[in-house]
């Protein structure tokens, strides 16, 4: 069982940047693939971007392509998120999530991102 706690969430500015933390629960979250959706009011959860055990591969939606950045600390078992340019369109509530196989197995709470325009 792995545990996933997001943090760094808030209320920011359109344009404005804010950096989010996944921390995980066990060291052994440091081999697999780690990965932020994000939920929008009254639209389903997306894909936003993963970034493999070692950072050697990364995925964007096309929507923050360019904005996003994902980055992983494996000595601290944390995962980041750096969203720059925010729009308004960003506002959700962010998941941090591991792969395991083939399966986005391991959920953490949420963060919630509002940006104001």
């Known amino acids: 069982q792995v545990q996933l706690v997001e943090s760094g969430g808030g209320l920011v500015q359109a344009g404005g940047s804010v950096r989010l933390s996944c921390a995980a629960s066990?060291?052994?979250?440091?081999?697999?693939?780690m990965g932020w959706f994000r939920r929008a009011p009254g639209k389903e959860r997306e894909f936003v971007t993963s970034?493999?055990?070692?950072?050697?591969?990364?995925n964007y939606a096309d929507s923050v392509k360019g904005r996003f950045t994902i980055s992983r600390d494996n000595a601290k078992n944390t995962v980041y998120l750096q969203m720059n340019s925010l729009k308004a369109a960003d506002t959700a509530v962010y998941y941090c999530?591991?792969?395991?196989?083939?399966?986005?197995?391991?959920w953490g709470q949420g963060t919630q991102v509002t940006v104001s325009s």
């Open positions: 999530s591991l792969l395991e196989g083939s399966t986005w197995r391991y």
């Open positions: 066990r060291r052994t979250s440091s081999v697999y693939t």
């Open positions: 970034i493999t055990w070692d950072g050697s591969s990364k």
